[in-house]
């Protein structure tokens, strides 16, 4: 089967023009087609301004500005033709039957025979689409919906046409995993799919709440955020940055296509909101929606559904939450919410028990295995948990048997589920060390073994098969298999402190007796927010400079002995890769990037500078102490793995790992490629620093940026510091110094800040606030 390595995607609205931007990250060149542009002598003004407007938004659409280049623009009347160079040609416009149809007809004439052909579509029924198309356009021709912004989330939904061939779907699936970084969730053709489908019926059923018992907007965000495992843009949040018109067409959509769905009227647009769509008020691209910024504060007002009027936004005051909030276990927080019995507890409850109902009715229709429901809603609507998995945890049975109590019935394979003791949904099944879990299959009534997902290792699930080879509070350490050793973080945020410094050195004691590779990497939020910067600022309030020289030398020392370790170690970080962490995976024989990957030594925003390695390795990697000085002086934080390449974070030899659910596996992989090859060395003693001529030059541009207004006055005292340290501490001439040198310079430059109430102030901010303070 041919393989894709071209794509051309027909609408550059918001969605086509993202999704072509996403096939640039993954490396494929993307043409991307609009209506030519009438009365202007740019035809194909509407393409470009879709690629502008995906390069500049923010988020950005690109890992980076070069990936730009890879897209290239034109329009549907000039450039149709073009598609016959695409091997996967995917539309993208809007959702109305009849345009999407024309356009595919066009294609059909055009396209050449084997090429894919997806649509983006949200719900339109694919057989509608694709009916009286050539046989061969036919054979080819899916649903691919990707969820908007498709760089960021892992849901890609696979839909078969009418008569889709089983190897089409096979490959674009693979593709998608694989090329794209997608979590692929096959789906059937019905109304808004599965993620849609679900999330409609989610954010319907809290209006319904809302409207019925009388919330604010302000408490149903505070009630339906990371409070309960959804995403910080809660509800109304979340609908101002997708938009309260594109929310509208989805539940009309639905509403128009699911004629039998028992709870359709569910799905009626609500009056407010109607409201709200009449006056434009759409959310974030209209200026105003459920909140707006005023005033030059840009103060946050909220909406008052009832009366269509803002207001001060307001912090709810619910005891319950307030409480629960404390609770790091996300089940134990359920409970005790569900248990509640104020405003929040009805809520949930509420909100919950029609969510499970709804959901489990749904199976089979929209999908045969609750898998796959929770899937899309973790990977589309990136919830914590998904219907199911949350189900479970707040407890299957005592919730079926709540819902039977108030008088209403439960579907009928839940009902069935019940009577038979199921525990819930889903249950391990660990088999001799490997990790193994069932789902209740509802259609056949009894427990089947979910299938393994090659590639994909889940730390969790291995621990629970095989427990651990040794833990504390900050960190642990798992065999992996094949011989590798897997440092995890699992502290608040994965801070990094004494304990963590413990794990890595009793790793490095046992890969040179018992494991020939070692990865260090979790599954958490990110990879590590870097130093415990409140342990820090506790030792130096006190004036114990004695304790805080022995943690700064230890953290420095297993740095070391991470760069020159018996067997080759590899660094996997993801997500927020800062400061301390960003230093363990510089010394590192290798890292294994996710594509996501926000990293940086970022520790002048506390009044600090590298201490543990940062800027002798960046002095290194750059070979040029004013890229270092540049990086480190400014805080500069990668946008993405592909970004921390050109920053210097990354080496020539560091992979990226386009799906992060890949990224452990593919950090194994790498670390047992590299142990025939390994030699581990020992401590430079060679390297070049340029002295006194080199600091004058950077202390220069470090007044010159304070001049301009760039840094405060503080911020130069924290540049000589940096200066100093990548200088080679003003040496006369160019020299030749030790790695334990730079380090040396580091550690005394750590010190002396420290000792800066300044530098206090510093912490103290970003502790309090979590937002650097420029004193």
Known sequence: MKSLRSVAVLGAGTMGSRIAAHFANA????????????????????????????????????????????????????DMERVREADWILEAVTEDLAIKRALWKRVDELRRPGSIVSTNTSGIPLGQIAEGMSEDFRAHFLGTHFFNPPRYLHLAEVIPGPATGAAILAQVSEFCD?????????????????????????????FKIMQEDGYTIEEVDALTGPLIGLPNSATFRLLDLVGIDIWAHVSRNLHELAPGDPWRERFRVPAFMSAMLERGWLGDKSGQGFYKKTGRERALHALDWKTLEYHPA??????????????????????LLLHGEDRAGAFLWKLFSDVFLYAAERIPEIADR?????????????????????????GFQETARRIESEGRALPATAASMLEKGAIGFYRPADERGRPVMEYFDLTRSHYCQLEDRPGVLELAAIKRARGVVKSNSGASLIDIGDGVLCVEFHS???????????????????????????????????????????????????GDWDELNRAVHRFQQTNLALKYAPVPVVAAPFGRALGGGAEVALHAARIQASAELYMGLVEVGAGLIPAGGGCKEMLLRTGNPLAAFELIGYAKVSGSAADARKLRLLARGDGITMNPERLI???????????NSYQPGSPRTDISVGGEAVFATMKLGAWMARQGGYISDYDLVIAEKLAHVLSGGRLTGTQTVTEQYLLDLEREAFLSLCGNPQTLERMQHLLKTGKPLRN
């Open 665 to 675: 596996a593919d950090a194994k992989a790498q670390a047992l490629a590299l142990i």
């Open 27 to 78: 490396g494929v060149p993307a043409l991307l087609l609009d209506i030519a542009t009438p009365n202007q002598p740019n035809r194909n003004l509407a393409a470009q301004r879709g690629l502008e407007n995906a390069a500049r938004l923010k988020p950005a659409g690109f890992f980076t500005d070069a990936g730009v280049s890879l897209v290239s623009t034109g329009n549907f009347d000039d």
């Open 370 to 394: 609750v898998v796959e429901v929770d899937r899309a809603m973790r990977w589309g609507y990136a919830h914590k948990l998904g219907p199911f998995e949350l189900w479970d945890a707040v």
């Open 492 to 542: 608040k945020a994965n801070t990094l402190g004494e304990d963590s410094g413990a794990i890595i050195e009793e790793a490095l004691e046992q890969a040179g007796r018992n494991f020939q590779a070692i990865v260090i990497g979790n599954q958490g939020e990110h990879f590590s927010a870097g130093a415990n910067l409140m342990l820090i600022l506790l030792v130096a309030g006190e």
């Open 178 to 206: 694989r090329r794209l970084g997608k979590g692929v969730v096959p789906c059937k053709d019905t109304p808004n799919f599965i993620g849609n489908r679900i999330g409609s019926f989610f954010g319907a059923t809290i």
């Open 314 to 335: 307001e912090r709810p005051k619910i005891p319950t939450a307030e409480s629960a909030r404390l609770i790091e276990d996300l089940p134990a927080r359920l409970r």
